[in-house]
């Protein structure tokens, strides 16, 4: 059985197999993606070094030889989902338009890794895929004056922005799913509810927020409204320009309409720091 290590470590300054004995049966990227398969379909929780084991075919006391702790299993899982993300060679020169792209393919990735706002804290940020995003990032705001720790913390909010946002639409289908009946009867009852509330005359102002957005919510619609509205809070205070086109908010390139969509399956994303 492999001993855990008595100091902290990082498991990317760790070396990946031993420099004698025989060459490891499973390399980190084997045992990212079974414990990504894993949370997938059960589950953050479903994550266990036994059933990352089984998924392997091997021991699970043998797995520790390659990851010392849960923890670093989290650190190489975010790190796997990271890769997933298209960074360009180079920024397009417009700020906005690339923040606005990377936040649409993160929004896509956790639709398709449900898991992962669960591990969106900077204990799993700086793994390698991680520091490339936030390279690309920042680079993205290189046109911009400011601090880069000005910068770095927009790149944050931006981030937290799309990680709550998505949490909250994960929550509300899995609430649909738990219902025990079809949840359009569910929303038809509450509707009914808030109705005779409304009618009752005690809620003015909200009655009349509802009768100017009558029908679904559009949830792509106000994901890029809340996006635009933090990159405006920044504009000011960061100066600068948006590339030779000026300013283009959230809907002004054609690359950046093309990467997302609320049901993960449009671009492709990644776990941000």
């Not at 922005?161 to 909250?168: D, E, I, M, S």
């Amino acid at each position: 059985m492999a001993r855990r290590p008595a100091e902290p470590e990082v498991i990317w300054d760790r070396p990946q197999r031993a420099t004698r004995g025989p060459r490891p049966a499973y390399t980190r990227a084997d045992i990212a993606a079974a414990a990504v398969r894993i949370a997938d379909e059960g589950g953050l929780d479903a994550v266990t070094m036994r059933h990352v084991a089984a998924e392997l075919g091997c021991a699970t006391m043998s797995l520790y030889n390659y990851v010392p702790r849960k923890e670093d299993l989290y650190e190489l899982m975010v790190d796997l989902v990271g890769g997933e993300y298209a960074l360009p060679d180079k920024p397009s020169g417009h700020w906005r338009a690339d923040l606005t792209d990377l936040a649409r393919q993160a929004r896509a990735m956790m639709h398709r890794h449900p898991w992962v706002p669960r591990l969106m804290s900077p204990v799993y940020g700086f793994s390698p895929n991680a520091l490339a995003y936030l390279e690309y990032a920042l680079s993205c705001l290189d046109g911009l004056e400011g601090t880069y720790g000005a910068k770095l913390e927009l790149v944050a909010m931006v981030n937290g922005l799309v990680t709550a946002y998505v949490a909250n639409e994960l929550a509300t289908a899995e609430r649909d799913r738990s219902l025990p009946w079809p949840p359009e009867r569910e929303h038809a009852v509450r509707s009914a509810y808030l109705g005779r509330a409304l009618a009752s005359g005690r809620y003015p102002r909200l009655a009349a927020s509802l009768v100017e957005n009558e029908g679904p919510i559009d949830l792509d619609g106000a994901f890029d409204r809340a996006l635009e509205r933090l990159l405006n809070s920044f504009e000011k205070t960061l100066g600068g320009t948006d590339g030779p086109g000026g300013s283009e908010g959230t809907g002004g390139s054609g690359r950046s309409e093309a990467t997302g969509g609320s049901d993960g399956s449009g671009g492709s994303g990644g776990a941000g720091a």
